[in-house]
């Protein structure tokens, strides 16, 4: 377990080191999605799995989209990359690898889960964010909504 | 052994805040910045589920959950209040809007 979580971590402090070495603002953003795969895969490891699955949708699928779709919409999207087929193999082959690796210790790892504590299914979040933490989920709500209108009034274009 | 496993979570969660921090305060491209106070929330995210797994109940989870909220609805924000920037002054640096009126 603790060989999955040395390869996780010393993976996720390199993209991290990327998302702040990067060049132009569309590599930063790619070494950033590839950080929040892997913090998933530390959530899921630790037995996080709704907040797996909700990071990959929300911070990964969401987030960094919208920060994309900025970045295209804003045009400064800086040098294009160079078509490179090293590059190319290297990638796939780094990712098929990484893959390889990873599956039978996480399959391993989920037939023999649930030694200490609890576990964070979608069942257990759920009946605390419903019960105890109702308050909050309904505020958070409220922050949404907010959200919502409050980008749509700042980046409506004005008329003048 | 947890409590050698929680100390390694929390390593790790110091060194991406670390990280974070560097970026904030080097980049001067405000989307980069942004991308970095991402960063350090997700560190501080690593934290919470690493404490919630030791104190064995899983409040530290539903906090990660509103980090996350809050997280999304401050991207929408910032990123909107970035756009507006953008078409008043037609630059990204955070070194060129540095006046408050002009």
């Known amino acids: 377990m603790s060989f999955v979580f040395t390869i996780l971590a010393i993976s996720a402090v390199l993209s991290a080191i990327g998302v702040i070495t990067s060049r132009t603002p569309v590599y930063s953003a790619l070494w950033l999605v590839l950080n929040l795969f892997l913090v998933a895969s530390l959530y899921a490891v630790m037995d996080a799995h709704f907040l797996a699955a909700s990071q990959i949708i929300v911070?990964?699928?969401?987030?960094?989209?919208?920060?994309?779709?900025?970045?295209?919409?804003?045009?400064?999207?800086?040098?294009?990359?160079?078509?490179?087929?090293?590059?190319?193999?290297?990638?796939?082959?780094?990712?098929?690898?990484?893959?390889?690796?990873?599956?039978?210790?996480?399959?391993?790892?989920?037939?023999?889960?649930?030694?200490?504590?609890?576990?964070?299914?979608?069942?257990?979040?759920?009946?605390?964010?419903?019960?105890?933490?109702?308050?909050?989920?309904?505020?958070?709500?409220?922050?949404?909504?907010?959200?919502?209108?409050g980008a749509f009034a700042l980046a409506k274009k004005r008329r003048t | 052994m947890l409590q050698s496993t929680l100390s390694n979570y929390l390593i790790l969660s110091a060194v991406l805040f670390t990280i974070g921090v560097v970026g904030v305060v080097v980049r001067k491209n405000a989307i980069i910045v942004f991308m970095c106070i991402e960063l350090m929330l997700n560190a501080v995210n690593i934290s919470f589920v690493a404490f919630s797994r030791q104190v064995g109940n899983l409040d530290g989870q539903i906090a990660v959950f509103f980090v996350m909220v809050v997280a999304a609805a401050e991207a929408s924000v910032g990123l909107a209040i970035i756009i507006s920037v953008f078409r008043a002054i037609k630059s990204v640096t955070t070194s060129d809007s540095s006046e408050l009126k002009w």
């Not at chain 1, 400064?76 to 990359?81: C, I, K, R, S």
């Not at chain 1, 290297?90 to 790892?109: D, H, K, M, N, Q």
């Not at chain 1, 504590?117 to 308050?135: P, Q």
Request: charged letters at 10%; aromatic letters at 14%.
């Open chain 1, 59 to 149: 911070y990964a699928g969401a987030i960094m989209v919208l920060v994309l779709f900025v970045i295209m919409l804003l045009g400064l999207v800086g040098v294009a990359p160079k078509f490179s087929p090293f590059v190319t193999v290297v990638s796939l082959v780094a990712g098929v690898g990484f893959v390889a690796v990873l599956t039978p210790l996480f399959i391993e790892f989920a037939r023999s889960s649930n030694e200490i504590g609890v576990t964070g299914d979608v069942k257990s979040v759920g009946r605390l964010l419903f019960t105890t933490y109702l308050y909050p989920f309904e505020a958070a709500s409220f922050l949404i909504i907010g959200a919502i209108v």
